[in-house]
């Protein structure tokens, strides 16, 4: 039974997550999938009107018309509907997955704006301090996960888990100059050990 | 006892976030508080290096050397650590209030990305469209919390109270010209009855 509706788009990382944790968590089948599209200066103004004031995706409607608004918060609604394991429920682990998941997901937002900085704004608007610091944020990020890498679950993906990979992903199909993998094993190894499984082969980006 | 560090400035709405959820939750004396400015192109490399990654304020230090690096993963800790009711535990209640923290904080997001875009951003390369598309989501997000503003506690604040008056206050501080009061009475009435609290009135930006 399909009762809830996902707005989404194939390139976005933060959907991404959203519809891999639906099937790590397997209620996928209960999400209907809708795609749409959003960049800065893009008007979609029913869409602002009707599902997301932010004009941001995912956005998830569910079946009492509530439309939950941000994809920390889907996965969350989804994870304990489902009474799933993706995020550790009390100890100093909870802490640990919810801090190196609040790192990757400020990895991926740094990612979508620098794409939106250098392949969006016109050309004579762009500023190169800024991006050369969004850079230099991206690698210190990454260098972070590769430290706290040992925190997170390595059998079966946690949000953490699924987050970075999102996130990796993401800068191979948009910033593969960035070259991640340099001198990150760990990362290297949780990537290759979580890419063969269906949530995230079936939902690369550019897939 | 203090054995929490906060990482904090004057004016972030997302830092000030943490410090009115401390005082309501009566946890503020385990908190020093560190003054840290960041900003696009400002270096940092200290922070980035010793505390957090993404050079983003607030941050806070645990006891055991821990970094908690996102504001409402901070006030998600501190309501748990006090056994707090900023966020419901349960019922549909729980994911409205979560949601309108969710556009509350996005709307924050906006109104900081447009400070950097029209007062940090050298003016040869700022971007119209882009500026007209944020002022756009404001407003959107604006509109979209007064219709939902009777989702969340007004006698005492949850943390989507909370976020809602630390957005409002920056508007105000930074973008007077939005002018969100006006044909939004629900948000003034909202603003208006937590105002004169110890845990607003006492960490008012430019205060």
Chains 1, 2 share one sequence.
């Not at 998830?60 to 608004?69: A, I, P, V, W």
């Not at 429920?89 to 801090?99: C, E, F, M, S, T």
């Not at 059998?155 to 340099?182: K, S, T």
Request: glycine share 8%.
């Amino acid at each position: 039974m399909s009762d809830l509706t996902l707005y989404h788009a194939g390139p976005s990382p933060f959907a991404r997550k959203v519809r891999v944790a639906a099937i790590e968590l397997g209620t996928m089948q209960r999400i209907t999938l809708v795609e749409q599209h959003v960049a800065p200066g893009k008007e979609n103004a029913a869409y602002a009107r009707d599902t997301n004031p932010l004009k941001r995706i995912p956005a998830m409607r569910l079946e009492d018309g509530c439309t939950l608004l941000d994809s920390g918060l889907i996965c969350t609604y989804l994870n304990e509907q489902a009474n799933g394991t993706l995020v550790p429920a009390g100890g100093d682990i909870r802490w640990q997955v919810l801090n190196v998941l609040a790192v990757a997901d400020g990895l991926t937002e740094l990612a979508v704006a620098m794409r939106y900085e250098t392949a969006v704004r016109p050309e004579d608007k762009r500023w190169d301090a800024w991006s050369d610091d969004q850079r230099e944020k991206i690698v210190n990020a990454l260098d972070w996960l590769e430290a706290h890498a040992d925190d997170i679950a390595h059998d079966v993906p946690d949000l953490a888990g699924i987050a970075i990979v999102c996130a990796l992903d993401y800068l191979d199909f948009r910033h593969p100059a960035v070259g991640w993998r340099e001198g990150r094993d760990k990362l290297v190894a949780l990537h290759a050990g979580f890419a063969d499984r269906e949530s995230f082969a079936s939902t690369a980006p550019g897939g």
